[in-house]
């Protein structure tokens, strides 16, 4: 086997070490039921995330794993920790999980949940979930007993903690994933009020796709001397996404939607809008348009979002329209194409948003509609990619029409009061500024009359109102 040279940062200095090129699972020293498990998986070799994460957490240490969405980080903690429960078996104390993992959104948590179980599936390890928008009583006789994983949400979490249904004195290995969405989301506080309650001897795995200096603050407060792991660059892009821009008035978004979806090759595409109401109203857009969509965001019921999900992931409904809450959090197979119906404005955010495409070695599309009041927030992606995204056409006329909204030809005035719209066809007026508004067809009046960055000033006004969150899922081989 190959080896090659790494380093980390321990006790402020930098130690070099021969880390060898791990090939399978079996090399990783796994115990045998998880290999037994990831065999029936049909998973053999280990992501670059798992082979160099862990053999420090089977090792006790603490560990800092910088990584995109989509490079197997969920896997990178969670085979160390089943490891360590079936060889260190104990029955966990009342009201006590031996591991805690936190994470950000309700999806991300499930699907963490879900792992686990794959993985764990011949151990008699017992794993519980602890996340908002159901019902509580289940949770709390869930964990009346002990329960060897706990994953959850920080709210959840701190509701069962007050309710005396949780104890954390007993933690033995503490994971935060996603840890950059955690404090864009506001959840600083809670992390630091949870940390506060755990015993200061513990194992921390540390993850996240961004190390912003918020972020590593945290880091160094929570983890002890940590290994740090970095398989890519921080907000990179995948190499298999064909990315492109179509430059389009705000008026337009709708249209040019409706015309991608009939004529581009999708088999499940997931588009994004900045707000709850953006995407409810996109949704219906496309109804009008008979293009059937569902639609996932925060002000969604646990349920609603469940069954929203599972029509996406088993085909009967092949466009979802999200909230930066799916960027990190939707786990589908076949998503060929990401749509951003508004840019963000966050830049990290749009590498998260394409990352649900092209994952498991597939290809994907991202396309991006850019507006006159998002170019400000087009520049930033670029900037942070270190890539000019290419403005292009879509399929059968939708460059044609992207063209003819995005901008006029020099020359010609803007539709409303002055233009020839409210004159006679000889562009003189015709008895009069009143009578020539009346003469108007109704499709030239208001729509017109009052230009789309009147629309885009509410809409940053509405912005504020809403809390798009963002989730990220990083899964064995994809």
Not at 97 to 107: A, F, I, K, Q, Y
Not at 250 to 275: H, N, Q
Not at 441 to 446: F, G, K, S
Request: with cysteine; charged share 25%; aromatic share 4%.
């Amino acid at each position: 086997m190959r080896s090659r040279r790494r380093a980390f940062r321990s006790r402020g200095r930098i130690v070099a070490w021969k880390e060898q090129n791990l090939n399978s699972f079996s090399d990783l020293g796994l115990a045998a039921p998880i290999l037994r498990a990831l065999s029936e998986e049909r998973y053999e070799q280990p992501t670059p995330i798992q082979s160099q994460t862990v053999p420090y957490a089977l090792a006790h240490r603490d560990v800092i794993g910088i990584a995109q969405t989509g490079t197997g980080k969920t896997a990178a903690f969670a085979l160390p920790i089943l490891h360590r429960l079936a060889n260190q078996p104990r029955t966990p104390e009342r009201k006590s999980p031996r591991v805690l993992v936190l994470s950000p959104t309700r999806e991300l948590s499930s699907q963490i949940l879900d792992s686990f179980r794959t993985y764990g599936r011949h151990l008699k390890t017992s794993v519980t979930l602890a996340i908002g928008g159901v019902p509580m009583g289940r949770q709390v006789r869930a964990l009346i007993g002990g329960v060897d994983i706990l994953v959850a949400t920080p709210g959840r979490l701190l509701d069962l903690v007050q309710g005396n249904a949780l104890r954390l004195d007993r933690i033995e290995i503490l994971v935060l994933d996603e840890a950059d969405r955690m404090l864009d989301m506001g959840f600083i506080r809670d992390i630091r009020k949870i940390v506060a309650k755990l015993p200061k001897q513990r194992q921390t795995l540390f993850f996240s796709a961004t190390m912003a200096p918020e972020v590593e603050a945290l880091a160094r407060d929570m983890l002890n001397d940590p290994a740090r792991v970095a398989v890519t660059p921080a907000a990179t892009t995948a190499e298999r996404i064909a990315q492109r821009v179509m430059h389009v008035e705000r008026a337009g978004k709708p249209t040019l939607l409706a015309e991608i979806l009939r004529g581009e090759p999708i088999d499940r595409a997931l588009v994004f809008t900045r707000t709850k109401h953006g995407a409810d109203k996109v949704v219906r857009q496309l109804g009008k348009s008979g293009l059937a969509a569902e639609a996932i965001h925060g002000n969604k019921s646990q349920n609603q979002r469940e069954r929203a999900l599972a029509a996406f992931r088993d085909g009967r409904v092949r466009t979802l329209v999200a909230t930066d809450i799916a960027a990190r959090g939707i786990d589908v197979e076949g998503v060929t194409h990401v749509i951003n119906y508004d840019l963000p404005n966050i830049p990290e955010s749009y590498v998260h948003r394409i990352g649900r495409t092209a994952r498991a070695g597939a290809e994907g599309v991202a396309i991006s509609f850019c507006d006159a009041e998002e170019r400000a927030y087009l520049r930033a992606i670029e900037r942070l990619i270190g890539l000019a995204i290419p403005a292009t056409g879509g399929p059968a006329g939708g460059e044609r029409l992207a063209q003819a909204t995005a901008q006029r030809p020099k020359g010609q005035p803007r539709a409303g009061r002055h233009s020839a719209a409210a004159r006679g066809q000889n562009g003189a007026r015709s008895g009069g500024k009143h009578k020539a508004r009346q003469d108007r067809a109704p499709q030239d009046r208001a729509p017109q009359d009052r230009p789309s960055r009147d629309r885009a000033r509410q809409d940053r006004g509405r912005k504020n109102s809403y809390n798009g969150t963002i989730a990220s899922v990083g899964f064995l081989q994809s």
